[in-house]
């Protein structure tokens, strides 16, 4: 509220001036009260406002460090506007290494800091970017360390030895790091061809499970190995990769597993019995004159595929076959 007390001379007419300010958003009526009167002059809606921040200063610790260690980097940021968050990426020789968006309340002053692990010797320019401005934070030196990570294999198991193909096999490893804290790459091979690769950090003298999923796609004996780091290639064990299974035909002709013979399915069954062709995942298996009048049976009958169905005279399994036409 304003209190203010004006002259005006008589039979004059005078404009008066007044600036109001709002501390928090809402809806407000601005009345004026005059020689005892009220008027209502308007309705103001103020909106809440935005965030406005202010980066006070940015730094790192340490500026010298060795390779897996960690550098500290600093932000001392202030909001002078509402409430917000500010959205924040750190750079590395323009390379994004991290994002946040820490939240703010307005007026709020605070210190941020992000510990950052350092994988590569050099020289390393970090970068801060905030909002739309850039600025550098320091830059950073990693050594090689005096100590550096030496991996060990500890145990290896491959589960199961035997598979089909197309079906998973798990490789298992447990590492230990014999060395200085650090980081080191681990890579797999079957038969001497890559299948994976990771990179592991362990602190002197931890120990980790890497495990990795692979599924082979042709038959074989495989003889799995690692190596760690720059370490030679240590065997692993070896894995069998025998042939599928052979299905049963009304298993592989019932395509969406409904343990019946469908119209489209038994169009796929009277194609394969036509061109002679091997049906899928049945070990080559085809369908003769006999099968498919079992085939026609069940799907007429509407029965199980475990069943035997109706057999039908020869004649007329092989007259065309439609979808519908001997379901009446």
Request: cysteine-free; overall charge negative; charged content about 20%.
């Amino acid at each position: 509220m304003i209190e203010a007390t004006e002259w005006i001379e008589a039979a004059s007419r005078t404009t008066f001036t007044y600036t109001l300010g709002f501390s928090e958003p809402g809806t407000y009526e601005i009345a004026v009260e005059a020689a005892g009167e009220a008027h209502l002059i308007g309705v103001v809606t103020v909106e809440p406002s935005g965030p406005q921040f202010i980066l006070h200063d940015a730094w790192l610790e340490p500026t010298e460090a060795e390779v897996g260690d960690r550098v500290t980097v600093y932000l001392d940021v202030e909001n002078l506007g509402g409430l917000g968050n500010l959205p924040i990426e750190i750079w590395d020789n323009g390379s994004l290494i991290l994002e946040d968006q820490p939240p703010f309340t307005p007026g709020e002053r605070k210190r941020l800091n992000y510990k950052l692990r350092m994988e590569r010797m050099g020289e390393h320019r970090l970068t801060l970017l905030w909002g739309e401005d850039k600025k550098l934070i320091g830059i950073v030196q990693i050594i090689q360390s005096a100590n550096p990570p030496l991996f060990v294999l500890e145990d290896a198991l491959i589960s199961p030895g035997r598979v089909e193909v197309g079906e998973t096999v798990i490789i298992r490893l447990g590492i230990r790091n014999a060395g200085g804290s650090g980081t080191l790459p681990v890579r797999l091979y079957a038969n001497g061809r890559l299948i994976a690769e990771a990179k592991i950090t362990l602190a002197a003298g931890e120990t980790k499970e890497h495990a990795h999923t692979w599924a082979p796609t042709q038959l074989g004996t495989y003889t799995f190995s690692a190596r760690l780091g720059e370490g030679g290639p240590l065997e692993l064990g070896q894995v069998e990769v025998l042939p599928q299974a052979a299905s049963p035909i009304e298993e592989a002709i019932d395509q969406n597993g409904n343990n019946l013979i469908d119209d489209p399915e038994i169009l796929i069954a009277v194609q394969y019995w036509i061109s002679g062709q091997p049906v899928p995942n049945t070990g080559g298996q085809v369908i003769d004159d006999a099968k498919i009048l079992q085939l026609v049976g069940i799907w007429v009958e509407g029965s199980s595929i475990g069943t035997t169905g109706h057999i039908f005279p020869l004649a007329i399994a092989r007259s065309p076959v439609r979808p519908g036409s001997a379901k009446k």
